[in-house]
């Protein structure tokens, strides 16, 4: 069974900083998302990884993947308030269900 | 503009009743998924569909029950044999592609 998991699970952080946070998961994937979410609010599409290396990035937003560790980063450069929302990453594994499994997300709160 | 439509927003449901979710999308997406979501626990699979006229349990499937007649339409209902039932719904398709659109939810309260 799949299982995804990512810390932390709420981060406090004040603007201009950075921060790192982690997905990691238990079985082979095929590809790896994040997403943002608001409150009240869908989740917005920030990234798919689809191979061991792929980075990618996105205004303040990093993602990479490493497929041999089984971990997934999100890394935050020099946070704003805008990026006040919670993160997920979700996981697909091989094997063709094509099913996402999600972490329990990130709750990112950036002060003034 | 293609999408997924999810209504109501808001749910309100009665010890004891039935209530269904519409998911209806224009993506011509094969692929369906009904997830649940609680405050701190993530997204969790409800019932998942690859294809017209089948579908599949995901991991809390008890108490739900889905159809899935058209390719366009996913509904989602909630029986009474689900004890705790209020939370945000979160409908979503796939179809070609990596990709994975999400409607826009519906929160159901149990009053």
């Known amino acids: 069974e799949l299982k ?13 900083k950075n921060y790192t946070i982690y997905c990691n998961y238990s079985t082979t994937s095929d590809r790896l998302y994040w997403y ?11 990234f798919v990884l689809l191979s061991n290396g792929a980075v990618k990035q996105e205004g303040r937003l990093m993602a990479s993947l490493d497929t041999k560790a089984r971990l997934s980063t999100l890394h935050i450069t ?5 990026l006040s929302a919670t993160y997920f990453c979700a996981v697909v594994s091989g094997g063709g269900s094509y099913i996402p499994t999600f972490g329990r997300g990130t709750s990112l709160i950036v002060h003034p | 503009d293609g999408g997924i439509t ?7 449901r009665k010890e004891g009743q039935n209530v269904t979710l519409s998911c209806e999308q224009n993506l011509n997406h094969d692929a369906m998924y009904w997830y649940r ?3 701190g626990q ?28 058209k390719k366009e339409s996913f509904p989602l209902t909630v029986t009474s044999a689900q004890k705790n039932p209020t939370a945000f719904y979160l409908c979503a398709s796939a179809g070609g592609g990596y990709g994975y659109t999400f409607g826009s939810g519906t929160r159901l309260t149990v009053v």
């Open chain 1, 4 to 16: 995804v998991e990512q810390n932390p699970l709420f981060l406090s952080m004040q603007e201009g």
């Open chain 1, 36 to 46: 943002r979410q608001d409150p009240g609010k869908s989740l917005e599409s920030l």
């Open chain 1, 78 to 82: 020099a946070a704003v308030h805008d």
């Open chain 2, 42 to 69: 993530g997204l969790r699979l409800i019932y998942y569909s690859q294809i017209v006229n089948d579908f599949q349990k995901g991991d809390i499937a008890e108490g739900y029950s889905v159809s899935r007649e």
């Open chain 2, 6 to 12: 999810q209504s109501p927003k808001y749910l309100f």
């Open chain 2, 37 to 39: 979501q609680d405050p």
